[in-house]
């Protein structure tokens, strides 16, 4: 038979090709919308800055405002339509590839700004402790300096990892320093402290040597045991022990203070004693003394010669005179004598008032013409 022949299985097949095509092409181009969509939501989140506005970020953003303006149908043949599937299949890829561009530069830009904001929480922790370490690190300060610049460097070329582990090792490293600052200007503060409550010892040492011998050798064991403590870097212990240091010089010297006030009135006292019983004709029988020569505490012992009774030993302690008399007691001779003597003494303003121990103060009797009393020794308190 003559004339053109068609073949009924070549159609089918074109007919099929272009089916495929055309779903080829409408699940691409939904591809396509769904990664415009993505893009714009994740350009969206990157944080305010340049990168925000970088050249690159313009021009993805650009694109994926701009319509696909795709026109396929069943009208158009396989290679027509085989076209338009690989300028869209160049599309899906190129919008895949900015995708991963600008989720590299999100997390690219968070960790930017992470790092760089734990660089201005460190740096304005050094400088809050710049006098401090200015002053006792000097030195290793402008090392740290020199740290940060390394690592502000690593983070703007956008060795994120390298940053993170310098950026740790910043902050552990600014701690430590600021903690040996502290440990120093503390340790400097405790040692001048201890220098003044030195100074104030020694100042006092003569004072302290004489009333306060014992105690000033255990105070200055406890300066020895705090000073080590500061050596051993037992600042908190040293801290609360400095305290108590000052607390107790204070009372020793005012103790010693009051024991020298008491002696000097003691010995203005004996001076007055030596004058009244010169008046009265009494015989010094030695100089004074104290009654322990290791003591200075102990009472001030001085002894007196009466023509008419012998011999008399006045004791003076800090707040009384005691005196061992041989006058008699019994007819009340004794204590005109004393009143005698208080009333002298008043005169160089000391008042005082002698009393028998266990005795009634009486006044002198009248005796017969040449009749007396064996001398007996009565102890004097005032």
Not at 94 to 99: I, S, V
Not at 101 to 128: H, P
Not at 321 to 346: H, M, N, R, T, W
Request: with cysteine; hydrophobic share 35%; glycine share 6%.
């Amino acid at each position: 038979m003559s004339g053109v022949k068609v073949s009924p299985l070549e159609f089918v097949m074109e007919m099929e090709a272009r089916q495929k095509l055309l779903s080829s092409i409408y699940n691409s181009m939904t591809r396509i919308e769904g990664l415009k969509k993505k893009l714009l939501e994740i350009m969206s989140e990157i944080p305010e800055g340049p990168w925000r506005r970088s050249p690159k970020i313009a021009e993805i953003n650009s694109w994926v405002r701009e319509p696909l303006n795709v026109h396929a149908s069943s009208a158009m043949n396989s290679r027509e339509l085989r076209k338009i599937e690989n300028s869209l299949r160049n599309a899906e890829k190129m919008a895949e590839d900015m995708l991963k561009t600008v989720v590299d530069l999100k997390f690219k830009v968070i960790n930017e700004n992470r790092l760089m904001a734990r660089l201005k929480s460190i740096d304005a922790e050094f400088k809050g402790a710049g006098d401090l370490l200015g002053k006792w690190k000097s030195s290793d300060s402008d090392k740290f300096m020199e740290k940060m610049g390394d690592v502000l460097d690593a983070v703007k070329r956008g060795d994120f990892t390298v940053a993170e582990n310098r950026v740790a090792s910043l902050e552990n490293e600014l701690k430590g320093l600021i903690q040996e600052a502290e440990s120093m200007s503390k340790e400097a503060e405790l040692m001048a402290e201890l220098e003044r409550i030195d100074a104030e010892f020694k100042g006092a040492g003569d004072l302290l040597g004489k009333w306060k011998s014992s105690d000033s050798d255990k105070f200055m064991e406890k300066m020895g045991d705090v000073l080590d403590a500061v050596k051993r870097g037992d600042l908190g212990v040293a801290e609360n022990r400095v305290a108590g240091l000052e607390d107790e010089l204070k009372g020793l010297i005012e103790e010693a203070e009051k024991l020298e006030s008491s002696d000097r009135m003691r010995r203005h006292v004996l001076s007055s004693v030596k004058e009244v019983a010169k008046r009265m004709g009494w015989k010094e029988v030695s100089e004074a003394y104290l009654e322990d020569d290791k003591d200075p505490a102990s009472p001030l012992i001085y002894e007196l010669k009466s023509y008419s009774a012998g011999k008399m030993r006045f004791s003076l302690t800090m707040d009384k005179i005691e005196v061992d008399s041989p006058f008699s007691g019994e007819d009340g001779a004794c204590y005109e004598q004393f009143d005698s003597f208080s009333e002298k003494l008043a005169e160089y303003g000391i008042k005082t008032k002698f009393e028998g121990e266990g005795r009634v103060h009486r006044k002198p009797i009248l005796k017969e013409k040449k009749a007396r009393n064996l001398p007996k020794n009565q102890v004097r308190r005032i």
